[in-house]
């Protein structure tokens, strides 16, 4: 008797078994690549993309039956659109079959996610949540950002922004006509069409801010860091457990296309086990002169792009270190209060370690990657952007564009036993739409796992404020 819920291969399945399902075996083709399509149809297919590849030998699968057998995923075979997986309904419950083996779906995270959302027989959800934005900030900053993501995933919608600036209001209802504007975080608070909202303020208030709004009832994504210290970070899980609400954080850059290619490359073992790691992100050029560059409303230099590196380091590393020992400089740029360079080492217990430099006084990069492991190493440099074009009564215009925004192609190089240094690039993993924002409505709507759970965003605050305070003593800082 087959189990319910229960995903299997059509070719593991006796004759008997599939004519039990409505179902027959064709023929078996050697392994390839195939592109698998989701019915757009189904509930379990929000958000997902149209067709995402996997490898395999693929077998094929006849529905003798449709009144108890439905098609819920095709795949093209020799231009034809040809079950790949399909839904059987039984006595006993739901048996899930495949044309290609389920590991190998699995081995896909798209692929992953559709199997789990058919295995756990979700209700099909039409509905949107509200998206507050606390900060709306300048045109074309992170207010604007979230605003533009909201309103492009499917299961969310900008419903209310809150600034106290009245040029930035202005600009919110211009950008976005027909969302609610506030001047106070209460009145956004009490909005009963806002379910979820993003604080995209200055660090130093994402505590206070994030707090009101969990007590209000409301689900928190707060802007990277999620606060200043590991107490108040402790306080903001504890509150989002008390009152049943997420918060969780925009950790952006995991999906930066350089970062999941190198994630994918120490994964699949290519330069056996890490044990150093370095980053590095700056240049020689006056930093901002906004409350990113005053340590009193930004925490201090480490905060703003460590936020994202020490995220990654922590990712790979899988947890925080044991000791943070940084130095910093203050020697040329004196209208700002952040320091002029950070310099971050971490220490795990077995011996292992990483290091993050932020740097305005750098007038040569060091690469953005450099990455060790017990077989290889990897590294990634930054490259300039700049766009020429010719523009009518203007002529040549030409425009440069922040180094860390476009992802870098990473260079590997593996020692074989016998044969000496292999040499290889691994091009940045091509990302579409909003990954976050698509994860969160997922969270939100299907009750699948947080973007990015609130305890590693805790570890990377802990780790922050160590260095912060290293920094500033000169000491190493080991975890609480």
Known sequence: MLSPARVVHVGDLSDTDLASLGLARGDTLQAGEWFVRPDSLRPEAVRMPRETAVTGAFTHIRVINPSMAAIVATAGVRFADVPAIVECNTPNGIVIVTAIEPDRLRGVAEHRRFLDRLTAAIERTTGSVGVGIVGYGPFGGMGYTHGLAATETDGLHLAGICD??????????????????????????????????????????????????????????VEKPMCLT???????????????????????????????????????????????????VGSFEHPCRWWHSDEALSGGAVYDWGSHHIDWILQ????????????????????????????????????????????DVA???????????TAGTIAADYRPVITDELVAGRGHVSTSWHHAEVASTLRVARYEPGYGIVEMSLPPVQTAGWPFHRALADHLLLGEPSPVPAEQSRDVVDVLERAHRSAAGSAAVSGA
Do not use: C
């Open 164 to 221: 106290t600036n009245a040029e930035r209001r202005e600009a919110a209802l211009a950008d976005f006509p027909h969302v609610s504007a506030y001047t106070e975080l209460e009145s956004l608070a009490g909005d009963d069409n806002v379910g979820v909202v993003i604080v995209a303020t200055p660090p130093v208030l994402h505590a206070p801010i994030a707090l009101a709004l969990l007590r209000a009832g409301k689900h928190v994504v």
């Open 230 to 280: 590991a107490a108040d970070a402790d306080m903001l899980l504890a509150e989002a457990a008390a009152v049943g609400r997420t918060i969780t954080v925009h950790q952006s850059r995991r999906w930066d296309g350089d970062y999941l290619a190198l994630r994918r490359a120490i994964d699949g073992g290519t330069i056996g086990d890490v044990f150093n790691m370095e980053t590095f």
């Open 316 to 359: 790979i590393f899988g947890g925080p270190p044991d000791t943070v020992h940084a130095s910093s400089h203050k020697r040329v740029w004196r209208d700002v209060t952040n320091s002029d360079q950070i310099d971050v080492h971490m220490r795990w217990a077995d011996g292992r370690e990483a290091r993050f430099i932020q740097s």
């Open 363 to 373: 007038a040569i990069r060091k690469p953005k990657f450099f990455v060790q492991g």
